[in-house]
């Protein structure tokens, strides 16, 4: 009987040992590479830690790919609190229209189209958030001086209307009627044909 509970105590000794040390390497791996643990975490399914040891490597090494990646998690979860937190480094990142071009070549779409729809996830997250200001101020940052399909300011548009929030679909639609007096070719045939649609809508209603 002794003997049993000698060898049961060696046993669970022992599987306590072995359950340390796992840990112990997890959180040693975590603190030295946590761009390994970043896709360990994102193949396990642990979507939140694959987004934090992704930051972490950002933050040690400031390279673009890191705050990508956990950017695109939060897209994948569409969690609104982390598209906003990683989405806003991301495209604030130095590298994040040469990122956005490699993404464009990669995919072989066309160019910009990538950038556009980062700032489209962001902008309606922001929205969504009630950060409205935030929200147009971005997808401002996104179109610059063009007008390119599916920009961030016709998401933010689509996204309003839906919502039947007038003073937002006003405020877009007059910065969408300014830019069309400053635009020309297939920018500005797509801006024209967007608002000519938009006053059809409403001319109805």
């Not at 840990?23 to 975490?41: D, K, Q, R, V, Y």
């Not at 930051?55 to 390279?63: A, M, N, P, V």
């Not at 950038?115 to 179109?143: H, T």
Request: with cysteine; glycine share 6%.
């Amino acid at each position: 009987m002794k003997i049993d509970k000698v060898i049961v105590r060696t046993i669970v000794n022992t599987l306590c040992a072995i359950a340390i040390l796992i840990i112990s390497a997890l959180l040693f791996a975590s603190f030295i590479f946590p761009s390994t643990m970043m896709g360990i975490s994102y193949k396990l399914g642990n979507d939140s830690g694959a987004m934090k040891y992704a930051y972490t490597s950002y933050s040690r090494t400031k390279e673009v790919v890191y705050i990508a990646y956990a950017t695109e998690v939060a897209f994948g979860v569409d969690s609104d609190e982390d598209i906003v937190y990683y989405g806003e480094q991301f495209v604030a990142d130095e590298n994040f229209d040469d990122y956005c071009l490699q993404i464009d070549l990669q995919s072989e779409t066309e160019q910009g189209a990538y950038r556009q729809y980062v700032y489209g996830r962001l902008v309606i997250s922001e929205y969504s958030l009630n950060e409205k200001d935030k929200a147009f101020s971005y997808a401002l940052d996104a179109i610059g001086d063009k007008f390119v399909k599916n920009n961030a300011l016709v998401a933010l548009l689509f996204e309003s209307m839906v919502a039947g929030d007038g003073v937002t679909v006003d405020k877009v639609v007059s910065k969408m009627r300014e830019l069309s007096s400053t635009l020309n070719g297939e920018d500005a045939v797509y801006l024209n044909s967007l608002l000519e649609a938009y006053d059809k809508s409403t001319s109805n209603n």
